[in-house]
C-alpha cells in the first residue's frame, strides 16, 4: 500500500510507504441529527462522528444508545442539541443499558468518547 498525503498546498501527494495523513486541511466528521421518542426503546446513534440530539419531552431520562465502535482509538462526540420539553434529560448507552458517563441536562451539554476496543470511554464533556 502506498502513503497517502493530502495537504491544501499539493492536494493528494502519493509515495512509498504506508498511510493516510491530512496536513494543514480540516477533517469535518459526519453530523448526524437524532430525535429521542419518549418512553420508548433507546434511539440508536452511528458509531462515528458527532450526534446532535434532540429529546421529545418526557418526564423520565430519556436514552441514546451508541453503536459499537469498529476500531480502537475511534472518536465519537454525542451534543445534547435542544431539549422538547425544557428540562428533559438523555443517557448515553452503549449495548442497550450499559451507561456511558453522567446524563446530559441542558442544550449544549455533550460527551466526547474513545472506543477501547471493546466499550466507550469518556475523554471530555461538558455538563450544566
Known amino acids: 500500500m502506498a502513503k497517502v498525503t493530502y495537504s491544501s498546498a ?4 502519493v ?3 504506508t498511510g493516510f495523513q491530512v496536513n494543514d486541511a480540516p477533517v469535518l466528521e459526519e453530523i448526524e441529527d437524532v430525535t429521542t421518542v419518549s418512553n420508548v426503546a433507546p434511539e440508536d446513534a452511528a458509531s462515528f462522528g458527532v450526534t446532535r440530539v434532540t429529546t421529545a419531552g418526557s ?3 430519556e436514552e441514546l444508545d451508541v453503536d459499537d465502535g469498529v ?7 454525542v451534543i ?3 431539549e422538547g420539553a425544557g428540562a428533559d434529560t438523555l443517557q448515553v448507552t452503549q449495548n442497550g443499558g450499559d451507561n456511558i458517563g453522567a446524563v446530559l441536562t441542558a442544550a449544549g451539554d455533550f460527551l466526547h468518547l474513545v ?3 471493546s466499550t466507550w470511554a469518556e475523554v471530555g464533556a461538558q455538563r450544566s
Do not use: N
Open 59 to 61: 418526564t423520565t431520562a
Open 15 to 17: 509515495e512509498s510507504g
Open 10 to 13: 499539493k492536494g493528494l501527494v
Open 71 to 77: 476500531a480502537a482509538g475511534q472518536l465519537k462526540t
Open 115 to 117: 472506543w477501547t476496543g
Open 80 to 82: 445534547l442539541h435542544a
